[in-house]
């Protein structure tokens, strides 16, 4: 087990936080956007996931330099100087990122997750975007296939939206080789796996989706 997974349980345990499997999903690629600096938090920070925030918090606090004791349950922007926005209603993150983007020549980063583009307000946004060609909005995906009900492809399939991406003029990537800005604005869809790194997650994640980690457990898994 790597040793930020571990930090990440061990989090998790001692603060009685759920949405693990969403946490471990992300928190790959979100080391490499901060370990590389690809994001700083001189840039524009929207977070459109703020479940799993333990990734976040831990990897700012590595970082970053957070002090993550008190922190709430998910990303809150009124507790985080430098997130500029982060959503309580699902599915307005690109929305946001999109008004910044026009107000500002620094780069905007936008985070969300799949079961997001099936919101009729981000592809309202994805449209707008590719229609006014901002060049300075970085949007991440999780693209972890998984939401509470079951699978996303089984309950609304969002891959024909990365088709739009396409139609829009959007820069679809798959990885973070390339990332930030260009002449276009540009889409970073990740495939991820939902409870990475924890066997007994990845295997059973309608049962880990919101389950808060007890004593059973945490010696099962650590």
């Known amino acids: 087990m790597k040793n930020i997974v571990k930090q990440l349980i061990e989090y998790s345990y001692a603060n009685n936080l759920s949405h693990i499997p969403s946490a471990l999903s992300m928190l790959s690629y979100l080391e490499e956007l901060f370990e590389k600096k690809l994001v700083t938090k001189e840039d524009f920070i929207v977070i459109g996931k703020p479940f799993g925030s333990q990734a976040y918090y831990l990897l700012w606090e590595k970082y970053w330099g957070l002090k993550i004791e008190g922190l709430s349950a998910g990303v809150k922007h009124d507790e985080i100087d430098f997130v500029d926005y982060s959503e309580e209603t699902i599915g307005n993150a690109l929305g ?26 981000t592809l309202e946004a994805i449209q707008f975007i590719g229609q006014m060609q901002l060049k300075n909005i970085a949007l991440t995906i999780d693209y972890n296939n998984s939401q509470v ?4 492809s089984d309950i609304i399939d969002v891959d024909p ?14 990885d973070l080789s390339n990332f930030g800005m260009t002449v276009r604005p540009r889409v970073y869809v990740l495939k991820t796996t ?15 989706h919101y389950k808060v980690l007890n004593e059973k457990d945490f010696k099962q898994i650590y």
Not at 161 to 174: C, D, L, T
């Open 96 to 121: 946001v990122g999109c008004g910044i983007a026009m107000t500002t020549d620094k780069l905007v980063w936008v985070n969300i997750t799949d079961a997001t583009l099936q919101m009729g307000n």
């Open 149 to 152: 009900l079951g699978a996303t």
């Open 161 to 174: 939206v990365i088709q739009m991406f396409k139609a829009y003029n959007w820069h679809v990537e798959h």
């Open 194 to 208: 939902k409870g990475d790194g924890i066997p007994v997650m990845e295997d059973n994640i309608k049962e880990w």
